[in-house]
């Protein structure tokens, strides 16, 4: 079974710029969530998606947020990019339950210039 | 609030020998999961265990156990017969309490294993 996907890998953006990134999940996960992993704050809880609805978020400003698709398919986005945004964006699935084990992506690194 | 503290930033360990990873917990929730996730410098997290606060044996996964101490509040992470590919990032993660599924992480050890 394929695990969970990410694209791209890599990103160089700008600041002030916006930026979409993309998670396939395991087959058969319906539950996605998105960590940001900084050398400063460590990994840290975005949100959380379940059947195209947000099930649980994170405290992180507005300019991040996201979207889960009918075949369980998550984007996050991050609008109005700052420096501080450069960090390892992962992804995790989950089967449904919130107390189901998280599998995690290879990342995007995201590098706000 | 929920909080997971891993006290050792890093750690050398020779090639066969066991090492054990420390992590400790505070919850105020009965129920709760814990995990330990490897991160490569490729940076993708790999799940290794879970134990769940209810479970009366310590998990067990190959060459990974999890020492469950619920009095003490620990959970820590015995790698038997380490190998090279062992070294890593490891993060100890409890998951959150009530219905939400999200996972609260340690910073992390960084284990590095000694040929």
């Known amino acids: 079974k394929a695990g969970v996907t990410q694209t791209p890998r890599y990103l160089i953006k700008t600041r002030g710029q916006q930026v979409t990134l993309s998670c396939s999940p395991i087959?058969?996960?319906?539950?996605v969530s998105w960590y940001q992993q900084t050398p400063g704050q460590g990994l840290q809880f975005l949100f959380e998606y379940f059947s195209e609805t947000q099930r649980n978020k994170g405290n992180f400003p507005g300019r991040f947020s996201g979207r889960q698709f009918s075949n369980s398919r998550s984007e996050m986005n991050v609008s109005t990019l700052e420096l501080g945004d450069s960090a390892l964006y992962l992804c995790?699935?989950?089967?449904?339950?919130?107390?189901?084990?998280?599998?995690f992506g290879p990342g995007t690194r995201l590098t706000v210039l | 609030a929920q909080k997971i503290t891993q006290t050792q930033p890093g750690m050398f360990v020779q090639e066969k020998e066991a090492v054990t990873l420390d992590c400790t917990y505070d919850?105020?929730?009965?129920?709760?999961?814990l995990f330990w996730y490897k991160q490569p410098s490729s940076g993708e997290m790999i799940f290794l265990i879970y134990?769940?606060?209810?479970?009366?044996q310590n998990a067990t996964e190959g060459r990974y156990s999890l020492n469950f101490q619920k009095a003490r509040k620990s959970a820590n992470l015995v790698i038997s017969a380490s190998q090279l590919g062992d070294s890593a990032m490891y993060f100890c993660?409890?998951?959150?309490?009530?219905?939400?599924?999200?996972?609260?992480f340690g910073k992390g050890t960084k284990l590095s294993v000694k040929p």
């Open positions: 919850t105020s929730d009965p129920s709760y999961g």
């Open positions: 995790a699935s989950s089967l449904s339950q919130p107390s189901d084990t998280q599998y």
């Open positions: 134990q769940g606060s209810y479970d009366q």
């Open positions: 993660a409890m998951r959150g309490g009530g219905s939400q599924g999200n996972l609260i």
């Open positions: 087959s058969g996960h319906r539950s």
